[in-house]
């Protein structure tokens, strides 16, 4: 009990030490303010990942009307500009300011019908005008899709009925009304699930200013742990250790590292809660515990295998973009095995996948079984 | 002036000793960069921007109705040009999910299709990873309400036909013909529905490409990453050796001067083969910037050096940020947040366009947002005077605050 009292005692020491150090207190603070304003601007801000220009040839057509309107308020990815006119939306294609022009005719409910007549390209209706073809625009053209739909599939089934049933006593208003009347129940046919928890998605998931910012405060927490391995360097450089027995500077070693992986962990900690980031309290510090164990041995591990302060800074950047690569921060790339060396890909699925703290309990093993055998090596030679 | 030289000159010999380390680390960087793109391209036999997104379908595909649906989706569905439909079972599926070779997959329960023809739609589970939000995957909310919509719209279409059959005593007996033959113009529309858009391709005339896009960003983020490096060289813990050369004349700004020479001397050689062979790779061989396309080592080269102001720019901030704090600890995370938050907010991530007007607008006033469009305007062959003013002033403001904190930490030390 007084060795693990004394082991703290120590640990408080150490992080005593760094949080001594103003300057070190403001960065951690910043980190918080700075993912809370950037939460503050994705949520409220007006942005999406294409830009489409809107224009009508009549901007009292009813038909275009609806279909600008409901393209308007269901919008959570593309950003939609409302233009005066259909030359304004195309000069602003051109200048680049927009990813797409989308051009509406004038008496669009006759275009539709005689489209459903004849669905091939001579009755195309809606003017698409883009400056690249890109996958993110194609799928773009089906939220178009989305919102014509309504009125073709409206203007299909009174055509239907007009053509076929042989109905005079039926007019538009009460086919409409038929229609209307219908209304059936669909809405959720489809359900987001997630793999891991088996839980239905919602829209707030979906915000991508905010996405990466759990990968980013992850890696953020390995490059302090390598910081301090830079610093653990420069002090045994320094002879500061010299005093300290061999065979106790190992553990010291753990938890030197383990000072400044802990601020910035709870600094990072502090980020997810301010933005609703987090998921749930036990889960996230479970795995913000396990993280903080495994990048400790990591950053030793590293500290031990590169023995120079010039290779580990000339390293950090590389691993810094390797992370961010590889771990599903950005990009959701399958690179095989590299992820498993990263510690931030442990904790970036083990926040959704229970299963990935196990694999945590597994990667320290092997990374603290590593460390010794790395150290005893070291203290040989 | 004398001493202020010498002292470049001693910087010099310094940074020459780090250099080795710095350099390989970047070659590697390169040839696992370039190797990765290269597995990536060929794996996809096309480029990434276009690579389409991969689906798994689980169901009861001995279902004739079921298999047919599918085959007219892969076949004649405009969705076949942006996404692979895989028929899967549910094993392979979450396996394969797992792996991230697909970015989904719909669970179609059993009898589906028999009780939708019957009037009763049931659920569809589209299962999908929560983490690694990515551009590709965002869609996939907004694809799956639209699929939602077309089915909910066709079945008010088909339903109302039945209701004034059934309520208007039209023959009865013809109910199923009807309704099959209203069904078959819903699915041919449905199928057709890409025909009603007229779509024209303008090409990007003086814009940048999406690769050149990212190739700017990308190389304003290893930049500012690179800061990273230096830390211990630069990071002083104690001031005796800054005050002994101001005591013996060599002033704040000379010293500022000398290391900062020396610092951006290594930059320039780090982010030499990176760039140059990054350029080669992306214009050449897998024409990934059209820009670039063709280009030879020289013109790569001449591209290089035009690219100096941003680093100068960009090291100049790196500076500013070594001498605003007195250890390694807090130096590597003062740099690290700088370079991913400067870097996020001028675009390197996601196209700036992706931003609210607030950030753009931000972006345009921070040294990394102009480095990025000047980097940008470069590629595409754009004007960018302005910029390089801009980039310059930067560099004169950072490196004298650089310089009068270095005399105020003097001062107090």
Redesign the interface.
């Known amino acids: 009990m007084d060795k693990i009292l004394t082991c703290l005692h120590r640990f408080l020491i150490l992080i005593k030490r ?1 949080l001594r ?1 103003p ?2 207190v403001a ?2 603070l ?2 918080p303010l ?1 993912v809370a304003a ?1 939460g503050i ?1 994705g949520k409220n ?5 294409v ?1 489409i220009a809107l224009a009508m040839q009549d901007s009292e057509d009813e038909t275009a009307c609806a279909v600008v309107d409901d393209l308007a308020q ?1 919008s ?2 593309i950003s939609f500009i409302l233009c005066d006119t259909p030359a304004d939306a195309h000069a602003l ?2 200048q ?1 300011d927009v ?1 797409a022009a989308w051009i509406f005719p004038a008496d669009m409910s006759q275009k539709i019908h005689k ?2 007549q004849h ?3 001579n ?14 625009l ?2 773009s ?6 919102a ?3 009125h ?3 203007t ?2 009174k055509s ?2 007009t053509a ?2 042989t ?1 005079s ?2 007019n538009a208003e009460q ?1 409409d009304e ?2 209307t ?17 088996q839980q239905t ?1 919602n ?1 707030a ?2 915000n ?2 905010l ?2 910012m759990r990968g ?1 405060l992850a ?2 927490i390995t ?2 742990g ?3 391995a ?2 653990y ?2 002090d045994e450089a320094r002879g500061t250790f010299d005093r300290l027995p061999a065979n106790r500077r190992f553990v010291f070693s753990l938890s030197y590292h383990a000072a ?1 992986v802990v601020c ?1 962990a709870l600094a990072a900690l502090l980020a997810l809660f301010i933005t609703g980031l987090s998921v749930s309290f036990v889960r996230e510090m479970a795995a913000m515990v396990l993280y903080c164990v495994i990048t400790v041995g990591f950053c030793v591990a590293l500290r031990l295998i590169c023995r ?4 580990l ?6 691993l ?3 992370m961010i ?1 590889v771990c ?8 095989p095995f590299v992820g498993y060396l990263l510690p931030p890909y442990y904790y ?2 083990a ?3 229970p299963i990935w703290l196990l694999y945590m309990v597994i990667y320290a093993a092997v990374i603290y079984a590593l460390d010794y055998a790395l150290f005893r090596i070291g203290t040989r030679l | 002036m004398k001493r202020a030289l010498t002292y470049t000159r001693l910087q010099m010999a310094r940074m020459a ?2 250099a080795p ?2 350099i ?3 070659l ?2 390169c040839i ?1 960069l370039g190797a ?1 793109l290269y597995a ?1 391209i060929q794996g996809n036999d096309q480029s990434a ?5 991969a689906v798994g379908i689980v169901g009861e595909f001995e279902n004739d109705m079921l298999g047919l649906g599918i085959s007219a989706i892969k076949s004649m569905d ?2 076949q ?2 996404l692979d439909i895989l028929e899967l079972d549910e094993q392979t599926a ?1 396996e394969m ?5 697909i ?1 989904g997959y ?1 669970v179609i329960p059993d009898g589906f299709v028999e009780a939708a023809m019957s009037g009763n ?1 049931g ?39 039945q ?3 059934l309520e ?1 005593k ?1 023959d009865v007996s013809k109910y199923m013909h ?1 309704t099959n ?2 069904m078959a ?2 699915v ?2 449905i199928l ?14 003086d ?1 940048l ?2 690769g050149g896009y990212m190739f700017s960003g990308l190389s304003v ?2 930049m500012l ?2 800061g ?6 630069f990071i002083r813990r104690d001031m005796a050796l800054p005050k002994l050369l101001g005591a013996n004349r060599c002033s704040s700004a000379a010293q500022i001067f000398g290391e900062y020479i020396s610092y951006l001397c290594l930059t320039i050689l780090n982010m030499l083969p990176l760039t140059v062979l990054l350029m080669l790779f992306s214009g050449g061989a897998a024409v990934l910037i059209p820009e670039l396309d063709g280009m030879g080592v020289g013109g790569a080269l001449v591209i290089f050096v035009k690219f100096i102001p941003a680093v100068l720019a960009v090291t100049a901030l790196q500076f500013l940020l070594y001498e ?11 740099q ?2 700088c370079a ?2 400067l870097s ?1 907010i001028s675009g390197c ?2 196209p700036i ?7 753009q607008l931000l972006s345009d006033l921070t040294p990394s947002g102009i480095a990025r469009s000047y980097l940008s305007a470069l590629i595409s062959g754009g004007e960018c005077g302005g910029k390089l003013a801009a980039l310059i002033a930067y560099t004169a403001v950072l490196l004298g605050l650089a310089a009068l904190t270095r005399h105020r930490r003097i001062k107090n030390a």
């Open positions: 760094l150090k300057g070190f960065i951690l910043t980190v700075l950037m601007v801000a007006d942005s999406g990942i830009t269901n959570r990815l294609v051109e680049g990813d489209f459903t669905m091939h390209h009755n195309a209706f809606v003017a698409v005008v883009q400056r690249e073809d890109s996958v993110m194609r799928l053209h089906e939220k178009l899709n989305a014509l739909y309504p073709l599939s409206r299909l089934y239907y009925v076929n049933l109905l006593e039926l086919l038929y229609y009347a219908v209304n059936a129940d669909g809405a959720d046919v489809f359900r987001l699930v997630y793999a891991a928890s998605a829209d998931d979906t991508y200013l996405a990466p980013l890696v953020m490059l302090g390598f910081a301090v830079m610093f360097m420069q400044s910035v120079d302060i010039r290779l800074g000339a390293l950090m950047p590389a810094a973009v390797g690569v599903p921060v950005f990009l959701n790339i399958p690179i970036l699925n926040i959704y996948d | 000793r780090y380390f710095v390989a680390i970047t590697i960087i696992c990765a990536l921007e276009n690579t389409k997104f405009s969705s040009y942006t979450a999910l797992r792996r991230r070779e970015i719909a739609v659920h569809i589970d589209f299962v999908t990873n929560q983490n690694g939000i990515d551009l590709t995957t965002m869609f996939k909310q907004e694809l799956l309400d639209m699929i939602s919509r077309i089915l909910v719209e066709s079945q008010d279409g088909v339903y109302a036909m209701d004034i059959i208007n039209v009807h033959t209203l113009s819903y041919s529309m057709s529905r890409s025909s009603a858009l007229d779509c024209q391709i303008i090409g990007i005339s814009e490409s999406f983020l290893l990453l690179c990273i490096t230096c830390c211990p060289l605003l704090t007195d250890s390694v600890v807090s130096g590597v995370l003062l690290f947040i991913i938050g996020y991530f996601y366009s992706f931003f609210p007007k607030g950030i």
